[in-house]
T-cell receptor, first 109, second 116 residues
Framework: SQQGEEDPQALSIQEGENATMNCSYK?????LQWYRQNSGRGLVHLIL?????REKHSGRLRVTLDTSKKSSSLLITASRAADTASYFC?????????FGTGTRLQVFP | GAVVSQHPSWVICKSGTSVKIECRSL??????MFWYRQFPKQSLMLMAT?????????EQGVEKDKFLINHASLTLSTLTVTSAHPEDSSFYIC????????????FGPGTRLTVL
């Protein structure tokens, strides 16, 4: 399977703490994207990082990409209860997105 | 921004019936649409890619005769689950890619299919 893996599978933290999720993938990529999915809902695009970029920021989100290790991380700083959701990385090479296994984040108030 | 809608948002049907799910790009022309399936607490798995006016390309292991995809216009793609069975119960999500927006997919809200 080409599917990427994310770890941890589940993460529980208190509001105000930082949350870090990691994604490893198997193939060459054009870019890597992170998405959020609230329970039973569609996907919300968070951030896209291209293969020639190493780090990208968007608000409280920080994404890193290490193509030599075929890995990426998503850091959510100062987490809020509203950040509770599943987070997926998705790698793009041809016209397809291959999603990782996901991390379920629970932020307790 | 680019909005993609799906209809219905949920559907319950009897085993053996066929169900059609629509995916529409509301404010842009979608040259390519993608259909995903997501089982509970699992990731999205790509089922097929469809380009307007041509046959869909199915991923390995996806039965093209069971999951009929039609992309008849630049704003509409349909997925028909034929002779649905309980194991087809899942969350089906479509996404659309506009002209010139390579790898930038806009996702619909999903359709929850329950087959009794």
């Amino acid at each position: 399977s080409q599917q990427g893996e994310e770890d941890p599978q589940a993460l529980s933290i208190q509001e105000g703490e930082n949350a870090t999720m990691n994604c490893s993938y198997k193939t060459s990529i054009n870019n890597l994207q992170w998405y959020r999915q609230n329970s039973g809902r569609g996907l919300v695009h968070l951030i896209l990082i291209r293969s020639n970029e190493r780090e990208k920021h968007s608000g409280r989100l920080r994404v890193t990409l290490d193509t030599s290790k075929k890995s990426s991380s998503l850091l959510i700083t100062a987490s809020r209860a509203a950040d509770t959701a599943s987070y997926f990385c998705a790698t793009a090479f041809t016209d397809k997105l291959i999603f990782g296994t996901g991390t379920r984040l629970q932020v307790f108030p | 921004g680019a909005v993609v809608s799906q209809h219905p948002s949920w559907v319950i049907c009897k085993s053996g019936t066929s169900v059609k799910i629509e995916c529409r790009s509301l404010d842009f022309q979608a040259t390519t649409m993608f259909w995903y399936r997501q089982f509970p607490k699992q990731s999205l798995m790509l089922m097929a890619t469809s380009n307007e006016g041509s046959k869909a390309t199915y991923e390995q292991g996806v039965e093209k005769d069971k999951f009929l995809i039609n992309h008849a216009s630049l704003t509409l793609s349909t997925l028909t689950v034929t002779s649905a069975h309980p194991e087809d119960s899942s969350f089906y999500i479509c996404s659309a890619e506009g002209r010139g927006s390579y790898n930038e997919q806009f996702f619909g809200p999903g359709t929850r299919l329950t087959v009794l």
